[in-house]
């Protein structure tokens, strides 16, 4: 399984509805249509591993500003994501407690806690990518991915 970041599953939801979308939404300004099937190809036939910390920042991030019928349409792969993937609950009781909850905040602790069966981290974020490293997770920083193919 690999887990996503909210900035990446947020890039993967719009380009899975729209690619064209992808340079003129307004929370992925730092990404290009290119970026949507380097995404794809990292992230293969693996199942995408879900919080739902996770999910409701993407979900809060997705529409604004966007009218329909594409807001429609965004939700719909959102909820198509979410029937396809595998959805792992840790109690924020339990993240709140982590040691780097003060640096990284609910989602991302949550997604440390959730990778610690020895699924992938793919993320953009320097802080999470660095917290899974010092807990031995496996962890891959897209932006890296990104940065080798150009």
């Known amino acids: 399984m690999i887990a996503v970041d909210t900035n990446i599953l947020l890039l993967y939801v719009v380009g899975r509805t729209r690619v064209s979308l992808i340079e003129s939404h307004k929370r992925l300004d730092a990404y290009r249509a290119e970026d949507f099937g380097l995404l794809v190809e990292e992230i293969g036939d693996q199942t995408i591993l879900l919080t739902p910390n996770t999910l409701s ?73 660095l917290a899974a490293g010092r807990r031995g997770l496996h962890a891959t920083n897209f932006n890296h991915v990104r940065e080798a193919t150009f």
């Open 57 to 129: 920042e993407v979900s809060n991030l997705l529409v604004p500003g966007v009218k329909e019928p594409l807001c429609s349409a965004l939700r719909a792969e959102l909820g198509s994501l979410i029937a396809t993937g595998s959805e792992v609950y840790v109690p924020s009781k339990k993240v709140a407690s982590d040691p780097f909850f003060h640096e990284l905040g609910l989602a991302d602790c949550a997604l440390l806690e959730a990778c610690s069966d020895g699924s992938i981290l793919l993320t953009v974020d320097i802080k999470l990518f």
